[in-house]
């Protein structure tokens, strides 16, 4: 696990600059549910509402792929990664690919006092 990576879905970190930017990054993953969990998820599809199988799925999917990607970003050099988006997709039948990705970049703390925004 990379915990020293910052993530953010905005193209900045507030109160720090952009020092230098390394390129694109992704985590990818894909899984499938299993034979047993398609079975209960096809049997809930009857009856209507949430299907928590593929919810699970989906959220551990979405878990490793971020982390995926940080360890990518942190091989690259950065401490950070800015404009975060997640993509997923279904590959036949049983299987999801879940892609996070963003622009690696590395960050300092901003020494200068913040300044508000002025229209002119």
């Known amino acids: ?4 990576i910052v993530v953010v879905s905005t193209p ?8 230098r930017t390394l390129g694109f990054t992704w985590g990818l993953v894909v899984r499938s549910r299993g034979l047993g969990g398609n079975i209960v998820a096809s049997l809930r ?3 209507g509402g949430e299907i928590h199988e593929y919810s699970d799925l989906l959220n551990q999917s979405r ?3 971020l982390e995926r990607m940080k360890e990518h970003a942190r091989a690259m050099g950065a ?3 800015i404009s975060v988006g997640f993509d ?3 590959l036949g039948q049983s299987m999801t690919e879940v892609l996070a990705y963003g622009t690696a970049v ?4 901003e020494s200068a006092a913040p300044s508000p ?4």
């Open 88 to 90: 997923s997709s279904e």
């Open 79 to 81: 401490n950070a990664v």
């Open 1 to 4: 696990m990379v915990d020293d």
């Open 106 to 109: 590395v960050i300092e703390k």
């Open 12 to 19: 900045y970190v507030s109160g720090y600059k952009i020092s």
């Open 117 to 120: 925004v002025r229209l002119s």
């Open 45 to 47: 599809t009857i009856f």
């Open 63 to 65: 878990q490793q792929a």
